[in-house]
Antibody, heavy 120, light 108 residues
Framework: EVQLVQSGAEVKKPGESLKISCRGSGYGFTSYWIGWVRQMPGKGLECMGIIYPGDSDTRYSPSFQGQVTISADKSINTAYLQWSSLKASDTATYYC?????????????WGQGTLVTVSS | EIVLTQSPGTLSLSPGERATLSCRASQTVSSNYLAWYQQKPGQAPRLLFYGASSRATGVPDRFSGSGSGTDFTLTISRLEPEDFAVYYCQQYGSSPRTFGGGTKVEIK
């Protein structure tokens, strides 16, 4: 069974750094694109970016390029999303996603979500 | 950027009724790479359809997807209690990949 298990909720202050994680299991971690989707409170979904753990090829949506860093450690089947300096507007639920049906940006599997709250 | 406009914003229906949800794109969706997702409160979204009309694994056949080019439709033939949720369309053929704003299907 494919599972994406994300790290727990975080409460941070503006300007702090953060790295959240997503561990994949039940499939060949290096053979599927894994990515992140943002959902701001009460709002819709936004594709942030994806990474191919096999070779670390990383693609970002233009809105998120330079704002976050997506990485993966294939030795422990884990993908990461990190910020160097959080803003209040980063408050959202972040979903880890895995591609399906031969398209890196089509998300057939989702993690449970990580709520990030940024507040002074 | 392809903008996806979903309508209506909210659909109020009773169990057993038919639901028709629209997703209109500002430009042609490449290769009809249009997906539909369902999200229930407090849960992660679930993929329902890809390629506009291909049903994902485990999706009941009361759900159907159709359309091409710029106009796409998700139809639920007879609403079950578990179908009341928010539905999003997504185009995954052109950068940046975008989602529609969602349609909430609520119990009347």
């Amino acid at each position: 069974e494919v599972q994406l298990v994300q790290s727990g909720a975080e409460v941070k202050k503006p300007g702090e750094s953060l790295k959240i994680s997503c561990r994949g299991s039940g499939y060949g971690f290096t053979s599927y694109w894994i990515g992140w989707v943002r959902q701001m409170p009460g709002k819709g979904l936004e594709c942030m970016g994806i990474i191919y753990p096999g070779d670390s090829d990383t693609r970002y949506s233009p809105s998120f390029q330079g704002q976050v860093t997506i990485s993966a450690d294939k030795s422990i089947n884990t993908a990461y999303l990190q910020w160097s300096s959080l803003k209040a507007s980063d408050t959202a639920t972040y979903y880890c996603v895995r591609h399906s049906y031969n398209s890196g940006w089509l998300f057939g599997y989702w993690g449970q979500g990580t709520l990030v709250t940024v507040s002074s | 950027e392809i903008v996806l406009t979903q309508s209506p914003g909210t659909l109020s229906l009773s169990p057993g009724e038919r639901a028709t949800l629209s997703c209109r794109a500002s430009q042609t969706v490449s290769s009809n790479y249009l997906a539909w997702y369902q999200q229930k409160p407090g849960q992660a979204p679930r993929l329902l359809f890809y390629g506009a009309s291909s049903r994902a694994t485990g999706v009941p056949d009361r759900f159907s997807g159709s359309g091409s080019g710029t106009d796409f439709t998700l139809t639920i033939s007879r609403l079950e209690p578990e179908d009341f949720a928010v539905y999003y369309c997504q185009q995954y053929g052109s950068s940046p990949r975008t989602f529609g704003g969602g349609t909430k299907v609520e119990i009347k």
